[in-house]
């Protein structure tokens, strides 16, 4: 069912945008604790690959893995990927040049978890209106079903 449910997620604009910001901050999170814990670089790219659970956060991972095996720079393997905003390869080539990428992750994770905290919220309040037309019709057949017995006696008399 969750495939099902995904799928369905991923078809609907905010809701895959929801999703995809979700996964980034799943993603530079684990990777920030991960690599802030002395796990080794690819070794937490690997246990983050697991964690983004998106598929298009997961394929920039693994592009950008395989640009550091190759010798190169992690921040050119995101932006290659094109899976991650320019703003991330940035963030992370000058965390890679002042070799404090655990910081320039921290700030990421931030970013991102505002983005998406504004994001629900904006579907909360898209959501609202049709909650109470759903409360307003469900209230309006009990009520009919509680009083239309009383009023159809009335007619017998």
Do not use: C, W
């Not at 997620?9 to 002395?38: D, H, N, T």
């Not at 659970?53 to 393997?77: C, M, N, P, T």
């Not at 910081?103 to 919220?121: A, G, I, K, M, R």
């Amino acid at each position: 069912g969750k495939k099902y449910i995904n799928h369905i997620l991923r078809v609907l604009p905010l809701f895959s945008k929801i999703q995809y910001e979700a996964g980034m901050v799943r993603f530079f999170r684990s990777f920030r604790s991960l690599l802030g814990a002395g796990v080794n670089f690819l070794q937490a790219l690997d246990i983050s690959y697991s964690i983004a659970d998106h598929k298009e956060v997961q394929k920039g991972i693994k592009i950008a893995r395989a640009y550091v095996l190759k010798g190169k720079s992690f921040s050119q393997g995101l932006l290659v990927s094109k899976a991650f905003p320019t703003l991330v390869s940035e963030m992370a080539q000058i965390g890679e040049q002042s070799s404090k990428i655990e910081n320039s992750l921290e700030n990421l994770t931030t970013y991102y978890e505002d983005n998406l905290d504004n994001l629900t919220s904006s579907l909360i309040k898209m959501i609202e209106p049709l909650l109470i037309v759903f409360l307003g019709v469900i209230i309006g057949t009990i009520i009919l079903g509680l009083y239309l017995p009383i009023f159809k006696m009335g007619e017998l008399f």
